[in-house]
């Protein structure tokens, strides 16, 4: 009962923030979060000129460079670089669909009196963002081993679009599955989020950004992966998975999309498939 309580309560005044003018503390908090926004897009255009190209691969695929270790360059300097980059090409791409929810939150700590309302808000973005960055150090991770092995591997390596296909497949099917409409949902309803996942104190916003940022890399990996496919440094690939994520999310038919995107990830996939056998 007290569990449904608190959830009615602060339901309801998340309702009365939405109904709130702006104040001064909400525009810092909007300009701060736009100059971040500015200097991740500003980076990731930059990260994304410099890592172009890669190596011509056995089976007609090209390695891409961030998968490599650059000579005289150990794996963890490597992957530094790569986390670093994955970071700000996160924000460039999440932060416009995650802000109305982080945006909320922000309104509802002023609203229920939290000392410090706008470090609660960039503590909730750095929760969010924190769940991405291991996200980006598994990719690393997974792309770096699979990387290293179709180096030594030229059998291996003819295989790799095919596994491509393969994942394309699993990524459609991931995107037509009902856990995945069910994380959209999640991500499209800030209100309701927050009707169930709101923790007061500077730490409880940490604790919000890691349970949206769960929810919504579990809404959002199938298309990570598909970019990670056709080129995670490709800006027009990164452009496009950006807008499916965003219209995903804010659009009324974005359930709708979610399902003809993972129907056309299928039939790419097995296009592929039956390409590279």
Not at 40 to 64: E, F
Not at 139 to 162: C, D, K, N, T
Not at 258 to 272: M, P, Q, T, W
Request: proline share 5%.
């Amino acid at each position: 009962m007290d569990v449904c309580t608190n959830t009615a309560a602060t339901r309801e005044i998340a309702e009365q923030a939405i109904a709130a003018a702006p104040d001064r503390a909400e525009r810092w908090v909007r300009a701060v979060a736009s100059g971040i926004f500015l200097v991740a897009v500003a980076y990731t255009l930059y990260a994304a000129r410099g890592m172009s190209g890669g190596m011509l691969m056995p089976g007609g695929w090209t390695m891409p460079m961030m998968w490599m270790a650059m000579p005289a360059q150990s794996p963890a300097s490597a992957a530094v670089i790569f986390l670093v980059m994955w970071q700000a090409m996160m924000i460039a791409m999440m932060l416009p669909s995650s802000w109305p929810t982080l945006e909320l939150y922000s309104r509802v700590a002023r609203h229920t009196g939290q000392r410090h309302p706008m470090l609660n808000t960039i503590l909730a973005g750095v929760g969010y963002f924190t769940v991405w960055g291991a996200f980006g150090a598994i990719a690393f991770a997974a792309g770096f081993e699979i990387s290293r092995a179709a180096m030594l591997s030229p059998q291996l390596s003819r295989w790799i679009p095919v596994a491509a296909g393969v994942s394309l497949v699993l990524a459609g099917i991931w995107q037509l599955s009902p856990l995945k409409q069910s994380c959209l949902n999640h991500c499209r309803d800030p209100l309701m989020f927050l009707g169930h996942a709101y923790k007061p104190g500077v730490w409880g916003g940490f604790r919000v950004g890691l349970h949206h940022g769960a929810f919504c890399a579990a809404c959002c990996w199938a298309l990570m992966l598909m970019q990670m496919v056709l080129g995670v440094m490709n800006l027009a690939v990164m452009a496009g998975v950006a807008a499916i994520i965003g219209t995903e999310k804010l659009w009324k038919r974005g359930p709708f999309l979610a399902r003809l995107v993972g129907s056309v990830s299928i039939v790419v996939g097995i296009v592929l498939v039956v390409r590279s056998i």
